[in-house]
T-cell receptor
Framework: GDSVTQMEGPVTLSEEAFLTINCTYTATGYPSLFWYVQYPGEGLQLLLKATKADDKGSNKGFEATYRKETTSFHLEKGSVQVSDSAVYFCALSPSYSSASKIIFGSGTRLSIRP | NAGVMQNPRHLVRRRGQEARLRCSPMKGHSHVYWYRQLPEEGLKFMVYLQKENIIDESGMPKERFSAEFPKEGPSILRIQQVVRGDSAAYFC?????????????FGSGTQLSVL
């Protein structure tokens, strides 16, 4: 069945460092891919998405490119801030399907030190 | 416009007791989804409801677990005779239409601890 594998955490970086959180997936067809972020004490929020191969999703300085050849959707940011400290979830949704079919990765906790 | 509200934030139960988790969707949202997150794992789908109807309960254990979304009031996830393995974070999400992950809004979750 479909699955998502993401980089284990926790990841600790200094402010202004470059960030990469790896995410790979297995799926039939052409799923949509997402990154969600969960700030302390809050629910998950959609950070960015990509719906087809070679699409690049971006938001708040974060980027991820849908790579079908490597089945990956790695999250990157050029210069992280303390306010980026959160848990990041990679997820996929089969094409045109219900939210009940979303598959989430296990999450990566990111801590940024000043 | 208030977001998805879940309560309580933390719930402690002894083995054998009942747990009731509440979720009020965003205003105007008629689709509600419940997910469970076990330690070190991703969120796993449990049940999808649309006002007064269960649409998909394929992720919910057949015994001890039930869910409802009445015409008036919040959605309730009910766990009877809790066991230690039920300890987890339970998240609710709502949407205006069932459109995958794009228009899904999550609550802050209920952390259930079973002693």
């Amino acid at each position: 069945g479909d699955s998502v594998t993401q980089m284990e955490g926790p990841v600790t970086l200094s402010e202004e460092a470059f960030l990469t959180i790896n995410c790979t997936y297995t799926a039939t067809g052409y799923p949509s891919l997402f990154w969600y972020v969960q700030y302390p004490g809050e629910g998950l929020q959609l950070l960015l998405k990509a719906t087809k191969a070679d699409d690049k999703g971006s938001n708040k300085g974060f980027e991820a490119t849908y790579r079908k050849e490597t089945t990956s959707f790695h999250l990157e940011k050029g210069s992280v801030q303390v306010s980026d400290s959160a848990v990041y979830f990679c997820a996929l949704s089969p094409s045109y399907s219900s939210a009940s079919k979303i598959i989430f990765g296990s999450g990566t906790r990111l801590s940024i030190r000043p | 416009n208030a977001g998805v509200m879940q309560n309580p934030r933390h719930l402690v139960r002894r083995r054998g007791q009942e747990a009731r988790l509440r979720c009020s969707p965003m205003k105007g949202h008629s689709h509600v989804y419940w997910y469970r997150q076990l330690p070190e794992e991703g969120l796993k789908f449990m049940v999808y409801l649309q006002k007064e109807n269960i649409i998909d309960e394929s992720g919910m254990p057949k015994e001890r677990f039930s869910a409802e979304f009445p015409k008036e009031g919040p959605s309730i996830l009910r766990i009877q005779q809790v066991v230690r393995g039920d300890s987890a974070a339970y998240f609710c999400a709502s949407s205006q239409q069932d459109r995958g992950g794009e228009k899904l809004f999550f609550g802050s979750g209920t952390q259930l601890s079973v002693l």
